[in-house]
Protein backbone atom coordinates (compact mmCIF):
# COMPACT_ATOMS: atom_id res chain seq x y z
CA UNK A 1 0.00 0.00 0.00
CA UNK A 2 3.13 2.75 -0.17
CA UNK A 3 2.66 2.98 3.75
CA UNK A 4 5.87 1.25 4.78
CA UNK A 5 9.15 2.32 3.35
CA UNK A 6 11.40 -0.15 1.24
CA UNK A 7 14.29 -1.94 3.39
CA UNK A 8 17.11 -0.48 3.01
CA UNK A 9 20.50 -2.93 1.42
CA UNK A 10 22.54 -4.43 4.03
CA UNK A 11 24.81 -2.14 6.33
CA UNK A 12 28.79 -2.28 5.96
CA UNK A 13 31.97 -0.47 7.62
CA UNK A 14 32.32 3.01 5.97
CA UNK A 15 36.14 1.96 4.68
CA UNK A 16 34.45 -1.33 2.37
CA UNK A 17 32.45 0.63 0.64
CA UNK A 18 34.74 4.06 -0.04
CA UNK A 19 37.01 1.50 -0.83
CA UNK A 20 34.47 -0.78 -3.36
CA UNK A 21 33.33 3.07 -4.69
CA UNK A 22 36.70 3.99 -5.73
CA UNK A 23 37.73 1.39 -7.73
CA UNK A 24 34.65 1.30 -9.31
CA UNK A 25 34.54 4.78 -11.10
CA UNK A 26 37.36 4.52 -13.75
CA UNK A 27 35.57 7.29 -15.66
CA UNK A 28 37.16 10.12 -13.77
CA UNK A 29 40.93 11.73 -14.08
CA UNK A 30 43.57 10.02 -12.46
CA UNK A 31 44.17 12.88 -10.52
CA UNK A 32 40.80 13.16 -9.19
CA UNK A 33 40.94 9.12 -8.33
CA UNK A 34 44.47 10.17 -6.70
CA UNK A 35 42.67 12.39 -4.61
CA UNK A 36 39.95 10.36 -3.63
CA UNK A 37 42.61 7.24 -2.12
CA UNK A 38 44.02 10.48 -0.33
CA UNK A 39 40.35 10.73 1.25
CA UNK A 40 39.77 7.04 1.66
CA UNK A 41 42.78 6.72 3.87
CA UNK A 42 41.81 9.14 5.87
CA UNK A 43 38.53 7.76 6.33
CA UNK A 44 40.15 4.39 7.30
CA UNK A 45 42.50 6.00 9.94
CA UNK A 46 39.69 8.40 11.37
CA UNK A 47 37.07 5.63 11.26
CA UNK A 48 38.51 2.08 11.17
CA UNK A 49 35.80 -0.41 11.34
CA UNK A 50 32.82 1.96 12.07
CA UNK A 51 29.52 1.02 10.31
CA UNK A 52 28.09 3.18 7.67
CA UNK A 53 24.93 3.82 9.09
CA UNK A 54 26.18 4.33 12.55
CA UNK A 55 27.84 7.92 11.29
CA UNK A 56 26.20 10.68 12.68
CA UNK A 57 26.94 14.71 11.83
CA UNK A 58 28.25 14.81 15.68
CA UNK A 59 31.34 12.16 13.56
CA UNK A 60 31.67 14.56 10.57
CA UNK A 61 32.28 17.49 12.64
CA UNK A 62 34.94 15.47 14.78
CA UNK A 63 36.56 14.31 11.48
CA UNK A 64 36.90 17.35 10.33
CA UNK A 65 38.34 19.13 13.37
CA UNK A 66 41.10 15.66 13.31
CA UNK A 67 41.53 16.61 9.72
CA UNK A 68 43.13 20.42 10.99
CA UNK A 69 44.62 19.22 14.15
CA UNK A 70 48.56 18.90 14.57
CA UNK A 71 50.19 15.95 14.41
CA UNK A 72 51.49 16.39 17.60
CA UNK A 73 48.28 16.75 19.08
CA UNK A 74 47.14 13.42 17.11
CA UNK A 75 45.39 14.52 14.28
CA UNK A 76 46.17 14.65 10.39
CA UNK A 77 47.97 17.93 10.26
CA UNK A 78 46.24 19.37 7.09
CA UNK A 79 45.87 23.01 7.29
CA UNK A 80 44.05 26.05 4.71
CA UNK A 81 41.63 24.14 2.48
CA UNK A 82 42.51 20.65 2.60
CA UNK A 83 40.11 19.80 5.60
CA UNK A 84 37.30 21.09 3.93
CA UNK A 85 38.55 19.83 0.65
CA UNK A 86 38.66 16.21 2.58
CA UNK A 87 35.23 16.63 3.85
CA UNK A 88 33.19 17.65 0.61
CA UNK A 89 34.94 14.58 -0.76
CA UNK A 90 33.64 12.18 2.36
CA UNK A 91 29.75 14.00 2.01
CA UNK A 92 30.13 12.98 -1.48
CA UNK A 93 30.82 9.65 -0.92
CA UNK A 94 27.94 9.10 1.31
CA UNK A 95 25.69 10.96 -0.53
CA UNK A 96 26.70 7.51 -3.02
CA UNK A 97 25.53 5.33 -0.48
CA UNK A 98 22.45 7.23 -0.04
CA UNK A 99 21.93 6.74 -4.15
CA UNK A 100 22.97 3.02 -3.43
CA UNK A 101 19.81 2.67 -0.36
CA UNK A 102 22.33 1.89 2.17
CA UNK A 103 21.66 5.33 4.27
CA UNK A 104 18.43 7.06 4.07
CA UNK A 105 20.33 10.40 4.51
CA UNK A 106 23.72 12.12 4.33
CA UNK A 107 24.42 12.73 8.13
CA UNK A 108 27.21 14.65 6.59
CA UNK A 109 25.51 17.30 4.52
CA UNK A 110 24.90 19.91 6.74
CA UNK A 111 28.64 19.61 7.42
CA UNK A 112 31.06 22.55 6.02
CA UNK A 113 34.88 23.28 5.96
CA UNK A 114 36.51 26.08 4.71
CA UNK A 115 37.15 26.05 1.41
CA UNK A 116 38.91 29.56 0.98
CA UNK A 117 40.84 30.09 -1.88
CA UNK A 118 44.47 30.94 -1.31
CA UNK A 119 44.85 34.24 -3.43
CA UNK A 120 48.66 34.54 -2.59
CA UNK A 121 48.73 31.44 -4.95
CA UNK A 122 47.73 33.16 -7.87
CA UNK A 123 49.53 34.70 -10.40
CA UNK A 124 49.57 36.36 -13.71
CA UNK A 125 52.35 35.26 -16.15
CA UNK A 126 52.80 37.93 -18.90
CA UNK A 127 53.33 36.85 -22.85
CA UNK A 128 56.89 38.01 -22.70
CA UNK A 129 57.66 35.77 -19.73
CA UNK A 130 56.48 32.74 -20.85
CA UNK A 131 57.72 33.37 -24.34
CA UNK A 132 61.13 33.34 -22.88
CA UNK A 133 60.37 30.04 -21.22
CA UNK A 134 59.46 28.50 -24.22
CA UNK A 135 62.50 29.77 -25.85
CA UNK A 136 64.54 27.40 -23.59
CA UNK A 137 63.43 24.35 -24.81
CA UNK A 138 63.71 22.89 -28.54
CA UNK A 139 61.30 20.18 -27.42
CA UNK A 140 58.26 20.67 -30.19
CA UNK A 141 55.90 18.90 -27.91
CA UNK A 142 56.70 20.53 -24.63
CA UNK A 143 56.48 23.90 -26.57
CA UNK A 144 53.08 23.54 -28.24
CA UNK A 145 51.75 22.46 -24.67
CA UNK A 146 52.90 25.52 -22.86
CA UNK A 147 51.41 27.58 -25.88
CA UNK A 148 48.56 25.28 -25.48
CA UNK A 149 48.05 25.81 -21.68
CA UNK A 150 49.31 29.58 -21.84
CA UNK A 151 46.92 30.76 -25.04
CA UNK A 152 44.74 28.13 -24.85
CA UNK A 153 43.56 27.87 -22.04
CA UNK A 154 43.47 24.47 -21.59
CA UNK A 155 43.75 21.96 -18.64
CA UNK A 156 47.44 20.90 -18.75
CA UNK A 157 47.89 17.95 -19.18
CA UNK A 158 44.44 16.75 -19.30
CA UNK A 159 43.20 18.03 -22.34
CA UNK A 160 46.59 18.58 -24.30
CA UNK A 161 47.13 15.01 -23.68
CA UNK A 162 43.51 13.77 -25.22
CA UNK A 163 44.30 16.07 -28.59
CA UNK A 164 43.95 14.35 -31.54
CA UNK A 165 45.36 16.12 -34.72
CA UNK A 166 41.66 15.65 -36.08
CA UNK A 167 40.76 18.24 -32.97
CA UNK A 168 42.41 20.75 -34.96
CA UNK A 169 40.51 22.37 -37.50
CA UNK A 170 42.14 24.35 -39.55
CA UNK A 171 39.46 25.68 -42.40
CA UNK A 172 37.33 27.00 -39.28
CA UNK A 173 40.19 27.98 -37.10
CA UNK A 174 38.88 26.28 -33.86
CA UNK A 175 39.83 23.61 -31.83
CA UNK A 176 37.76 20.95 -30.20
CA UNK A 177 38.33 20.08 -26.54
CA UNK A 178 37.81 16.42 -25.40
CA UNK A 179 37.57 17.46 -21.90
CA UNK A 180 37.36 14.51 -19.76
CA UNK A 181 36.06 17.11 -16.46
CA UNK A 182 33.40 18.74 -18.74
CA UNK A 183 31.15 18.50 -21.68
CA UNK A 184 33.10 18.78 -25.09
CA UNK A 185 33.87 22.00 -26.16
CA UNK A 186 35.12 24.30 -28.80
CA UNK A 187 37.39 27.19 -29.09
CA UNK A 188 39.21 29.62 -31.51
CA UNK A 189 42.26 28.46 -32.83
CA UNK A 190 43.96 31.62 -31.44
CA UNK A 191 46.39 33.16 -33.62
CA UNK A 192 49.25 33.12 -30.69
CA UNK A 193 48.81 29.05 -31.28
CA UNK A 194 49.09 28.66 -34.79
CA UNK A 195 52.94 28.76 -34.95
CA UNK A 196 53.50 26.11 -32.23
CA UNK A 197 50.87 23.91 -33.75
CA UNK A 198 52.36 24.45 -37.45
CA UNK A 199 55.88 23.61 -36.51
CA UNK A 200 54.68 20.26 -34.56
CA UNK A 201 52.47 19.00 -37.15
CA UNK A 202 55.85 20.10 -40.06
CA UNK A 203 58.11 18.07 -37.51
CA UNK A 204 55.80 14.89 -37.25
CA UNK A 205 56.71 12.69 -40.15
CA UNK A 206 53.21 11.24 -41.61
CA UNK A 207 50.40 12.53 -39.04
CA UNK A 208 47.27 10.80 -39.21
CA UNK A 209 44.17 12.30 -38.05
CA UNK A 210 43.75 9.51 -35.50
CA UNK A 211 47.02 10.50 -33.93
CA UNK A 212 47.31 11.78 -30.63
CA UNK A 213 49.43 15.72 -30.55
CA UNK A 214 51.75 14.26 -28.05
CA UNK A 215 52.64 10.80 -28.37
CA UNK A 216 56.49 11.17 -26.48
CA UNK A 217 55.18 13.27 -23.44
CA UNK A 218 51.75 11.77 -23.14
CA UNK A 219 53.73 8.67 -21.07
CA UNK A 220 54.67 11.61 -18.69
CA UNK A 221 52.99 11.32 -15.43
CA UNK A 222 51.32 14.78 -14.28
CA UNK A 223 54.43 15.14 -11.80
CA UNK A 224 57.35 14.38 -14.37
CA UNK A 225 55.74 16.75 -16.88
CA UNK A 226 55.52 19.23 -13.93
CA UNK A 227 59.36 18.82 -13.66
CA UNK A 228 60.32 19.56 -16.61
CA UNK A 229 58.33 22.56 -16.92
CA UNK A 230 60.16 23.36 -13.79
CA UNK A 231 63.81 23.17 -14.97
CA UNK A 232 62.63 24.39 -18.34
CA UNK A 233 61.72 27.76 -16.30
CA UNK A 234 64.98 27.59 -14.42
CA UNK A 235 66.90 27.56 -17.46
CA UNK A 236 64.67 30.72 -19.04
CA UNK A 237 66.43 32.34 -15.27
CA UNK A 238 63.02 32.80 -13.49
CA UNK A 239 61.56 31.34 -10.93
CA UNK A 240 59.13 28.82 -11.09
CA UNK A 241 55.61 29.96 -9.88
CA UNK A 242 52.84 28.21 -7.78
CA UNK A 243 50.42 25.96 -9.43
CA UNK A 244 52.30 26.02 -13.02
CA UNK A 245 49.96 25.00 -15.04
CA UNK A 246 46.84 26.27 -13.15
CA UNK A 247 48.49 29.98 -13.48
CA UNK A 248 49.28 29.43 -17.27
CA UNK A 249 45.39 28.77 -17.73
CA UNK A 250 44.12 31.43 -15.60
CA UNK A 251 46.36 34.11 -16.90
CA UNK A 252 44.70 33.19 -20.28
CA UNK A 253 41.50 33.60 -18.88
CA UNK A 254 41.72 37.18 -16.82
CA UNK A 255 42.96 37.75 -20.27
CA UNK A 256 39.94 36.91 -22.78
CA UNK A 257 37.62 38.73 -20.03
CA UNK A 258 39.49 42.02 -21.29
CA UNK A 259 38.15 41.76 -24.82
CA UNK A 260 34.99 39.10 -25.17
CA UNK A 261 31.99 38.80 -22.55
CA UNK A 262 32.36 36.27 -19.69
CA UNK A 263 29.67 33.90 -21.05
CA UNK A 264 31.83 33.73 -24.09
CA UNK A 265 34.74 32.94 -22.61
CA UNK A 266 33.96 30.90 -19.70
CA UNK A 267 32.60 28.72 -22.86
CA UNK A 268 35.67 28.85 -24.51
CA UNK A 269 37.78 27.94 -20.95
CA UNK A 270 34.86 24.89 -20.42
CA UNK A 271 33.73 26.46 -16.53
CA UNK A 272 31.34 28.76 -15.02
CA UNK A 273 31.42 32.21 -13.84
CA UNK A 274 31.19 31.44 -10.39
CA UNK A 275 34.19 28.98 -10.82
CA UNK A 276 36.02 32.18 -13.11
CA UNK A 277 35.21 34.23 -10.39
CA UNK A 278 36.68 32.14 -7.48
CA UNK A 279 39.73 30.28 -9.11
CA UNK A 280 40.68 31.59 -12.14
CA UNK A 281 40.56 35.42 -12.64
CA UNK A 282 43.17 38.11 -10.92
CA UNK A 283 42.98 41.66 -10.28
CA UNK A 284 46.52 42.90 -11.96
CA UNK A 285 48.29 46.22 -11.01
CA UNK A 286 47.49 46.63 -14.81
CA UNK A 287 43.99 47.43 -13.57
CA UNK A 288 45.21 49.83 -11.26
CA UNK A 289 47.42 51.64 -13.52
CA UNK A 290 44.62 52.25 -15.90
CA UNK A 291 41.84 53.49 -13.30
CA UNK A 292 44.01 56.51 -12.04
CA UNK A 293 44.92 57.81 -15.38
CA UNK A 294 40.95 57.89 -16.25
CA UNK A 295 40.65 55.75 -19.45
CA UNK A 296 37.23 55.44 -20.60
CA UNK A 297 35.42 52.26 -20.74
CA UNK A 298 35.77 51.54 -24.34
CA UNK A 299 39.52 52.48 -24.49
CA UNK A 300 40.13 49.46 -21.21
CA UNK A 301 38.38 46.81 -23.58
CA UNK A 302 40.21 47.71 -26.56
CA UNK A 303 44.07 47.57 -25.09
Not at 36 to 65: H, P
Not at 177 to 201: Q, S
Not at 266 to 293: I, K, P, T
Amino acid sequence: MGLIAAPLQADQPFTDFVDNLVCSRTDVKPNTLKLWWQTAEKIRLFFGNRMIRSLTTKDGSNFLRWLGTSVDLGGAGHTASTPGKHLTIAKGFLNEAVDAEILSANPFQRLHGDRTVNRRRRCFIPTKRIEAVIGCTDDLELRTIIALSRWGGLRTPSEPFALLWQHIDWERLRITVPAVKTKLRELPLFPELVPYLTALMTGTQNQLPDENLFPRLKQFSDSNLRKQMKRTILSAGSAPWPKIFHNLRASRQTELEERFPRKTVCEWMGNSEAVADQHYLQVLDEHFDRAVVGESPAAYLLV
